[in-house]
């Protein structure tokens, strides 16, 4: 499959003060870069303040970068034109987190799936089938049309969006953690929708999540990020080399009282991303630090074919210690 | 026992959004009430506490035992006296016990100085050494900062100090760690456990995360629109589920064994509480419904082991 999305050194600073206090600068996103292929899903996981939410703005253009380009179908998206860049928004679309606010509540359900035609200067072939359509494609019934957001559950809600967000046939949908506020019976609800959705009609999804459970089952590859950067890059069933992956993973609660183990030891907190230490952002936090990791930045390097960590003791690189480090986990 | 719930109802109006729980927490045990939005997990809690009133609702039936004494109808002089002194509560977000304008250190002395008579100077020891206990770095410093200084996993630690400041015998934990991150949680959690199995608290685990349940609890109360549909140990409930919204809570937590596509979802939305079906709650949702469940409401019969299901269908069986 070719690429959909090529993403190069993407960085995005944000300052801070100016006037009255001493300006300060918050590296939101630092030098990313990846592809996302056609038909893949490609998960994005960290916790809060690690920029997942910025990095999908700047890969849709709702923001522009501090450096770096996004390549969108083969085409930089910074060459084009307003008009070229509204036209090729029609092939990406966003799904927001919480369903609620998303959706103007004096908007109809109807008026809401008719608004990205609206935007777009795009006149579908007849509205009542149009809206109809939609709404059969994400599992509600017809009848919600006329209903507000208000009358809907958090589920329904976010069926709309998704809805919404496919109205224009996007090729790619950016998934901003689309079932972070719904019940767990709903959320296995909408991801075998996303899941449905994506082979019925050959999306690509960029799907955003604090969850490493939930990544792990339904993407192929994973991103995680830690303040800013990519920390590693693996597929979805590969081992972590990063010890805060690892870290993630362990303070995951798994469903199985057969398996309980004493819960982290992962101490401390995220540093703030205005003043980010010279070496590793995670070295304050991390079991296997030295002193290389507080003086140098380590960079992606490859594990293993299509599996990258920046680290510079990784966990799969030395067997013996991978097998420690597990035990004491 | 020290808390024993028999056959609670709770009243707002016309509604009993919480009818006939029972369930039961013992000296050092952790009880976990799982259940969705809309569960009447939080209620439950509230009425614990006997801040029903203050929300416009009250107990309409049953009772609420704590070491003994029912505190259905209890004064609200005695009842002030348990609140935050034998019984504590953490909530969601921490910002709802913390003032804002107020030091943090003077707001865990409170407790002390309430309820066990403490001097200011004593108080203030104690706090620290809670603080310590709670792996708080640096508690000098932290104890003269405003609550807006700290991070969010600080301040629910703070919470928790408050919470252990009176020296409470039950702590009730509603969703503590919801609002948290993930490697954040983890350390809560974890801290949790350790309170209630140091110390020898009771302590009740409000949560919606199976996974919580699983890692920490001893016993587990599913609710599904407010009754408690299974009461079962740990162990039992995840390796032998007998009510079937148990059966497909577990199923629909996505676990990295799993294949893309194998994940199952419970049909169908939790109702509100004005819209309730006939019979069993669940019915509607329920992959093994029976005519039966359609208009006999099942009742939860709790066994000579304490373990109980509420429900027509896995009783027969």
Redesign the interface.
């Known amino acids: 499959m070719s690429d959909l999305l090529t993403v190069n050194g993407l960085s995005r600073r944000f300052s801070d003060g100016g006037l009255f206090r001493k300006r300060k600068v918050f590296h939101a996103v630092s030098d990313v870069s990846f592809t996302l292929k056609q038909g893949e899903i490609l998960g994005v996981v960290g ?2 303040g690690c920029g997942k939410s910025t990095l999908a703005r700047l890969v849709l253009r709702l923001i522009n970068p501090s450096e770096g380009q996004v390549q969108f179908d083969g085409v930089d998206m910074a060459s084009l034109s307003r008009g070229d860049m509204r036209r090729l928004r029609q092939r990406m679309q966003l799904v927001f987190q919480d369903p609620y606010s998303a959706i103007d509540p004096r908007y109809s359900v109807r008026d809401a799936l008719l608004e990205p035609y609206r935007v777009q200067g795009v006149k579908p072939k007849s509205t009542d089938e149009t809206v109809a359509s939609l709404l059969d494609m994400v599992g509600l019934n017809s009848s919600l049309a006329q209903s507000y957001p208000h009358q809907l ?1 958090g ?2 809600k976010q069926r709309v969006g998704i809805a919404r967000a496919l109205a224009l046939n996007p090729s790619l949908v950016v998934l901003d953690e689309p079932t972070a506020s719904l ?7 909408i ?2 929708l996303l ?1 449905r959705l994506r082979q019925e009609l050959g999306l690509t999804y960029l799907f955003i999540s ?5 990544v ?3 993407c192929d590859q994973i991103l995680v990020m830690y303040l800013g950067r990519i920390v590693e890059v693996m597929p ?2 590969a081992a972590p080399a990063h010890p805060y992956t690892r ?2 993973l ?9 398996r ?5 030891r ?2 401390g ?2 540093p703030s991303g205005y003043d980010l230490p010279p070496g590793c952002a995670f070295a304050n936090r991390c079991p296997r630090v030295t002193d290389l990791c507080r003086q140098v930045l380590p960079t992606l390097t490859s594990q293993a074919s299509g599996h990258q960590a920046a680290c510079h003791h990784p966990l799969t690189a030395v067997p013996e210690l991978a097998v420690e480090q597990r035990s004491v986990a | 026992m020290l808390l024993d719930l028999e056959m609670l109802r709770i009243r707002f109006g016309a509604f009993s959004p919480v009818d006939q729980v029972t369930l039961s927490v013992d000296r050092g045990q952790i009880l976990g009430i799982v259940g969705e939005s809309g569960s009447g997990k939080s209620l439950t809690a509230t009425a614990i506490m006997g801040l029903l009133p203050r929300i416009g609702g009250q107990v309409a039936a049953g009772t609420i035992r704590f070491d003994g004494t029912d505190l259905v109808g209890l004064p609200e002089r005695e009842m002030r006296r348990l609140r935050g002194g034998r019984i504590a509560l953490i909530t969601q977000n921490p910002m709802t016990s913390l003032d804002s304008m107020m030091r943090i250190g003077p707001q865990i002395d409170q407790a002390a100085r309430l309820h066990l008579g403490l001097s200011r100077s004593a108080a203030r020891a104690r706090s620290l050494e809670l603080m310590a206990d709670l792996r708080i770095p640096d508690p000098a410093s932290v104890y003269d900062l405003f609550p807006h200084q700290l991070s969010g996993g600080m301040k629910q630690r703070i919470v928790i100090a408050m919470a252990l400041a009176g020296d409470p015998e039950l702590l009730i934990a509603d969703e503590p760690t919801t609002a948290l991150d993930v490697t954040v949680q983890a350390q809560i959690v974890q801290i949790l456990v350790d309170l209630a199995r140091q110390r020898g608290l009771g302590l009740i685990l409000i949560t919606h995360d199976m996974g919580v349940v699983a890692q920490a609890c001893d016993r587990v109360a599913v609710m599904y629109c407010g009754r408690v549909v299974e009461l079962a140990e740990v162990d039992a409930l995840f390796e032998h589920p007998r009510h079937p919204y148990t059966q497909a809570l577990i199923r629909c937590i996505p676990r990295h064994d799993m294949a893309r596509g194998t994940m199952s979802a419970i049909p169908g939305i939790v109702p509100s509480a004005a819209a309730q079906p006939p019979g069993c709650r669940f019915n509607p949702r329920c992959a093994r419904v029976a005519d039966r469940c359609r208009v006999e409401i099942p009742e939860l019969r709790v066994g000579a082991s304490g373990n109980g299901v509420a429900c027509h269908v896995a009783e027969a069986a």
């Open positions: 916790e809060s559950s589920g329904q019940d767990v019976s709903v959320q296995a609800q991801v075998a899941e604090h969850d490493l459970g939930l792990r089952y339904f979805s069933g870290a993630l362990d303070s995951t609660f798994e469903p199985d009282p057969k309980r183990r004493s819960i982290t992962l101490a907190e995220i």
